[in-house]
């Protein structure tokens, strides 16, 4: 019997294309293979999707999953698990009927057993097909967001250049743009065409990446979008209306719109958007999405965002939208639990004044945290998963971390000629006693 704090059925089913087309289990995972050596090993440039299914690397992902000992690459699920929301691992593994309560009974019991117990007998081996297909599908982005990467963003590429934190020459090769590469992918979907049941694409931003039109277009003229559930994550700089008609004919699809803050903090750790328009079109969009669809906040709390996360919370409750947290492993100078004693303090009564006025309720075995129909249990699961963070202990090089945000934050404010203080005094006041000092 497999672990019921590790086991996890991703690697039956699912498979991660990086920007630079390295392949990872999933987008949960921190220290991607993306941009290492391995990475240009294990890469759909090299290998097609069906001879990495069953090779060594992945073999040895599944062995893991039924092992006692936690992957290191899946910290963000173990650090969920750890603060009460629901980790990724948990909702992937009810696709496989498979419960953390009476994990032991629903495992023997699930409909994937026999692919589990086959692997086990096999060294990682498998027989199962591709389910579901997470692909970042090119870089081009308008926005430069303080937790993004230049592997990610066209804007972050040109930033990061000018405050030489990556070489002036360095270049960002996207593995759809390469000929075997999405000649590769094409191949395995035109052969898989009936075994995908779920999509998930994202960027940069996608409204900017004309294979994105490609892929919504494809399962539709095949006829078989009624089949598939497609989700993929935007800025929310664009409200993908043209797409709506498309869109309407999957089996479901769910736009992720990536927030940090609904006010002053939200246009500082999302440069290039303009919050209030950002939140205009996302109420445009929930007043006028198909029916089909879905909306989902999508946030990473950090350092910079927790302060006034309460705000997020009660603006998603108002405007009846779930929230979906993924919590920063990446940049560690970023992480959440540096923040002081007194603003994690803050942080704590701000958040259980709102969990405090939402209506009660019953206690849940297991909760979806995207369910629209389960705001009220939504957003309890959200306030008490954030008053956990706030209650995690720093890290013990939490001061050298601290540094390495007020100096790196420093430099890049004075690029773009822009002072913390003007959006978060608390964090300025905090920041600055490291040597944060902005433009
Ligand atoms: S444990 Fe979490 S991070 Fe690891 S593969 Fe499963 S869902 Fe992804
Ligand atoms: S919008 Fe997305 S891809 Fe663009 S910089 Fe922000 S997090 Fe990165």
Redesign the pocket.
């Known amino acids: 019997m497999p672990n019921k704090n590790i086991f996890?059925n991703?690697?039956w089913f699912e498979l991660n294309i990086n920007n630079d087309g390295s392949y990872d289990?999933?987008?949960?995972?921190n220290d991607k293979l993306l941009g290492t050596e391995l990475g240009e090993v294990y890469n759909i440039k090299k290998i097609p999707i069906e001879e990495y299914w069953n090779s060594e690397r992945l073999r040895n992902?599944r062995m893991i999953?039924l092992g006692d000992i936690p992957?290191p690459?899946?910290n963000?699920?173990?650090q969920k698990d750890l603060v009460g929301y629901d980790?990724?691992?948990a909702k992937?593994n009810t696709k496989s009927v498979i419960f953390p309560t009476q994990f032991d009974r629903s495992y023997q019991q699930s409909p994937h057993l026999h692919h589990f117990e086959y692997s086990q007998a096999n060294q990682g081996l498998t027989k199962s097909n591709i389910h579901s297909l997470h692909i970042n599908i090119g870089a081009t982005c308008n926005f430069a967001c303080r937790m993004c990467n230049p592997n990610a963003s066209t804007r972050l590429q040109t930033e990061f250049k000018q405050l030489k934190w990556i070489s002036a020459d360095k270049t960002y090769n996207h593995w759809s743009d390469d000929p075997i590469g999405w000649g590769n992918f094409l191949s395995f979907l035109n052969s898989n065409l009936n075994t995908i049941k779920v999509l998930h694409i994202i960027g940069g931003e996608v409204a900017f990446i004309p294979k994105f039109k490609f892929l919504v277009d494809y399962f539709a003229d095949k006829g078989i979008a009624n089949t598939v559930n497609l989700s993929f994550t935007t800025n929310g700089s664009y409200t993908y209306a043209e797409y709506f008609e498309s869109l309407s004919k999957y089996k479901r699809t769910e736009i992720g719109i990536s927030i940090e803050g609904i006010s002053t903090m939200g246009n500082y750790l999302r440069q290039g958007g303009e919050i209030d328009k950002i939140l205009k079109n996302i109420q445009w969009l929930n007043q006028n999405k198909p029916q089909n669809m879905q909306l989902v906040l999508r946030t990473v709390p950090s350092l910079l965002s927790l302060p006034s996360y309460y705000e997020v919370i009660e603006w998603a409750w108002d405007n009846g939208i779930p929230i979906d947290n993924s919590l920063l492993t990446n940049p560690k100078w970023q992480l959440a639990s540096l923040l002081s004693d007194s603003l994690k303090e803050k942080v704590i009564e701000d958040v259980t004044k709102i969990l405090n006025r939402l209506p009660s309720i019953a206690k849940q075995e297991f909760k979806n945290q995207k369910d629209p129909h389960k705001l009220s249990i939504t957003m309890h699961n959200e306030c008490e998963t954030i008053i956990n963070v706030a209650k995690l202990p720093a890290p013990i090089n939490a001061d050298d971390l601290r540094k390495e945000c007020a100096a790196k934050l420093t430099q890049w404010d004075k690029l773009k000629n822009i002072n913390l203080r003007d959006y978060s005094v608390e964090l300025y006041e905090m920041l600055s006693k490291y040597g944060y000092q902005g433009a």
């Open positions: 996890c991703i690697p289990l999933c987008g949960c995972q992902s999953k992957d690459k899946c963000m699920c173990q980790s990724n691992r992937e």
